[in-house]
């Protein structure tokens, strides 16, 4: 990064494919082949076939955060032996679905993340 503060590594483009298959469910080609299945629940609607997009909204939180932790803990000389990070988020599907006035372009009302810690003996 600092050879290069303009390139690739510094700056990367990230990019995914979806594709819708039916009803609620699409396929999601991420790099190094990984596909996701995303889906509605059938509450909804769905199929339960597939992660929700309000799952995968969570998920890059989640992983965001622990790469930070785990990166800043090894740089400080920290073993990271274990680590679980849980995010959740409360969704108005009235807001979401301009159901409710006024109307807000935003559907999750509120974001919890836990990291839960362990230090160990001695």
Known sequence: MRRDPDGAVAKP????AIEWQQGYRTRTAVSGGEVIQGDEPTVY???GAGATPQEL???PVG??????????LTAAGVAVRSMKVSV???VDFRAAYGRERPCRLR???SWSMSIPTHRPPG
């Open 45 to 47: 609607g769905g199929q």
């Open 13 to 16: 483009i990230h990019q995914v």
């Open 57 to 59: 909204l969570l998920t």
């Open 88 to 90: 959740s988020g409360k």
């Open 63 to 72: 992983h965001c955060l622990t790469a930070t932790y785990v990166g800043g």
């Open 107 to 109: 559907a999750f009302t």
